[in-house]
C-alpha cells in the first residue's frame, strides 16, 4: 500500500516562497506518476502541477512560472518549490500517486482521476 506524508507548509507573506515535500513509502518501483493537488475552503480541489516516472512535467496555467514540481526517486520523495506566492495561493495542499508502468512512462497529469492514492495535505496560507 502506497502511503504519502507532506511536509513543508506554513505561513508566508505574499512574494514569498515555500518548498513542500511528499514522502512516499510503499511504491514497488519508479514508474508511479506523481502529482501536487490543493483545495481553499468553498473551493473544488485542483491540479497544481504534475511529473511522469520520466520527468516530463505539466503545469496549471495559474502557477506556470512560479513553482517547480520536482522528484528525488533515490529517496522517494516529491517536491514542490512555490516562489512569487500570492494570496489566491492559500490552499490546502495535497500529493497523490498512481501507478504508471511503462505504457505511460512520459504521462504526466494534474487530473483528480488520474490518481488513486493521496496524502493528508499540508497547509499554505499567504497573507498580504
Known amino acids: 500500500q502506497v502511503q504519502l506524508a507532506e511536509s513543508g507548509g506554513g505561513s508566508v507573506q505574499a512574494g514569498g516562497s515555500l518548498r513542500l515535500s511528499c514522502a512516499a513509502s510503499?511504491?514497488?518501483?519508479?514508474?508511479?506518476?506523481m502529482g501536487w493537488f490543493r483545495q481553499a475552503p468553498g473551493n473544488e480541489r485542483e491540479g497544481v502541477a504534475g511529473?511522469?516516472?520520466?520527468?516530463?512535467?505539466t503545469y496549471a496555467d495559474s502557477v506556470k512560472g512560479r513553482f517547480t514540481i520536482s522528484r528525488d526517486n533515490a529517496k522517494n520523495t516529491l517536491y514542490l518549490q512555490m516562489n512569487s506566492l500570492k494570496p489566491e495561493d492559500t490552499a490546502m495542499y495535497y500529493c497523490?500517486?498512481?501507478?504508471?508502468?511503462?505504457?505511460?512512462?512520459?504521462?504526466?497529469?494534474?487530473?483528480?482521476?488520474?490518481?488513486?492514492?493521496w496524502g493528508q495535505g499540508t497547509q499554505v496560507t499567504v497573507s498580504s
Open positions: 510503499g511504491m514497488r518501483n519508479a514508474y508511479y506518476r
Open positions: 511529473i511522469a516516472p520520466s520527468g516530463g512535467t
Open positions: 497523490a500517486a498512481a501507478q504508471s508502468g511503462m505504457t505511460r512512462y512520459y504521462f504526466a497529469s494534474t487530473r483528480i482521476s488520474d490518481y488513486n492514492y
